[in-house]
């Protein structure tokens, strides 16, 4: 069972009715206004179709109660649990009509966050026996950020900052532009709230080398970088900063990451590349 806290409905009620709206168009759902009489009444179940973490049936909720609030929702399941094949993870009661109504909206979100949670868990999985934490990008549908990243907590993982405003974040372009590692440093000491966090981007370990003399970095983000000199990393950085891999985090490369002593690993991939998982609403 998870552990994680909802979010208020309030705030993601917004995404989902600009979904719905989407989907209903300008006169609603006109096949089944035509063909299921307005008194019909049903009971419809969400079932997986294959194994995972499951994710977005907060929001999945959400859907069916704004297009009927008469509607009644069986929750047989939470974000972030365990699910296998065949199980029941939702029942919606109520008016046939209504129900069908919201159920694309409703399975479209609850099918691409799940397939993000259980990406997110294999990823998670691979740095068993580390202290290696898997967190997300910023690399997120535009729009779908709060509940792409909510996905990744459902999975076990770590989110990365939400926004530009969150965390400074120096990567290579704003080195290049302002003159490099040495400036940029110097001017974040000089100019940046004592409330918010640093990090920087660093390819090259004499970067990480001039990063620790210069100081001003909370944490060091080591782009693509090969498992050796991750471990050279590592080994220079000797525990002063908080360390972050990233760059070409696949599936299969994470237990060796893990296992160089960093101590996050960031992929896009957790949000770009996770594939949606079946779930179905069997009446």
Same mark, same amino acid.
């Given at each position: 069972?998870?552990?994680?806290?909802?979010?208020?409905?309030?705030?993601?009620?917004?995404?989902?009715?600009?979904?719905?709206?989407?989907?209903?168009?300008?006169?609603?759902?006109?096949?089944?206004?035509?063909?299921?009489?307005?008194?019909?009444?049903?009971?419809?179940?969400?079932?997986?179709?294959?194994?995972?973490?499951?994710?977005?049936?907060?929001?999945?909720?959400?859907?069916?109660?704004?297009?009927?609030?008469?509607?009644?929702?069986?929750?047989?399941?939470?974000?972030?649990?365990?699910?296998?094949?065949?199980?029941?993870?939702?029942?919606?009661?109520?008016?046939? @009509?209504?129900? *069908?109504? !919201?159920? #694309?909206?409703? /399975?479209?979100?609850? &099918?691409?966050? $799940?397939?993000?949670?259980?990406?997110?868990?294999?990823?998670?999985?691979?740095?068993?026996?580390?202290?290696?934490?898997?967190?997300?990008?910023?690399?997120?549908?535009?729009?779908?950020?709060?509940?792409?990243?909510?996905?990744?907590?459902?999975?076990?993982?770590?989110?990365?900052?939400?926004?530009?405003?969150?965390?400074?974040?120096?990567?290579?372009?704003?080195?290049?532009?302002?003159?490099?590692?040495?400036?940029?440093?110097?001017?974040?000491?000089?100019?940046?709230?004592?409330?918010?966090?640093?990090?920087?981007?660093?390819?090259?370990?004499?970067?990480?080398?001039?990063?620790?003399?210069?100081?001003?970095?909370?944490?060091?983000?080591?782009?693509?970088?090969?498992?050796?000199?991750?471990?050279? @990393?590592?080994? *220079?950085? !000797?525990? #002063?900063?908080? /360390?972050?891999?990233? &760059?070409?985090? $696949?599936?299969?490369?994470?237990?060796?990451?893990?296992?160089?002593?960093?101590?996050?690993?960031?992929?896009?991939?957790?949000?770009?590349?996770?594939?949606?998982?079946?779930?179905?609403?069997?009446?």
């Amino acid at each position: 069972m998870s552990a994680y806290a909802t979010l208020p409905d309030l705030i993601l009620e917004p995404l989902v009715r600009n979904a719905l709206m989407e989907d209903l168009g300008t006169y609603g759902d006109i096949t089944t206004r035509t063909v299921i009489p307005a008194d019909a009444t049903y009971t419809a179940k969400l079932n997986a179709r294959e194994d995972g973490i499951v994710s977005g049936l907060q929001i999945a909720a959400i859907a069916f109660r704004l297009v009927d609030p008469a509607l009644t929702i069986r929750a047989l399941k939470r974000d972030g649990d365990t699910i296998a094949r065949g199980d029941t993870l939702m029942e919606i009661e109520g008016s046939a @009509a209504s129900i *069908l109504s !919201g159920e #694309r909206v409703a /399975l479209n979100f609850a &099918g691409r966050l $799940t397939g993000i949670a259980t990406l997110t868990h294999h990823f998670v999985r691979e740095t068993h026996g580390t202290q290696a934490r898997i967190t997300c990008t910023r690399k997120t549908t535009p729009g779908l950020r709060i509940v792409e990243k909510q996905a990744v907590l459902h999975g076990g993982g770590f989110n990365h900052r939400f926004s530009l405003s969150d965390a400074i974040l120096i990567k290579d372009n704003h080195i290049a532009a302002a003159g490099g590692v040495k400036a940029v440093l110097e001017a974040t000491k000089a100019h940046a709230s004592h409330m918010v966090r640093v990090e920087i981007e660093v390819d090259r370990l004499d970067q990480l080398e001039e990063v620790l003399s210069t100081g001003g970095a909370d944490v060091v983000l080591l782009d693509n970088m090969d498992t050796h000199t991750l471990q050279q @990393a590592v080994k *220079l950085n !000797g525990g #002063r900063l908080v /360390l972050e891999a990233s &760059g070409n985090m $696949t599936l299969g490369r994470i237990a060796e990451v893990a296992a160089t002593g960093v101590d996050y690993i960031s992929s896009g991939a957790l949000t770009h590349s996770a594939k949606t998982l079946d779930l179905g609403l069997d009446f």
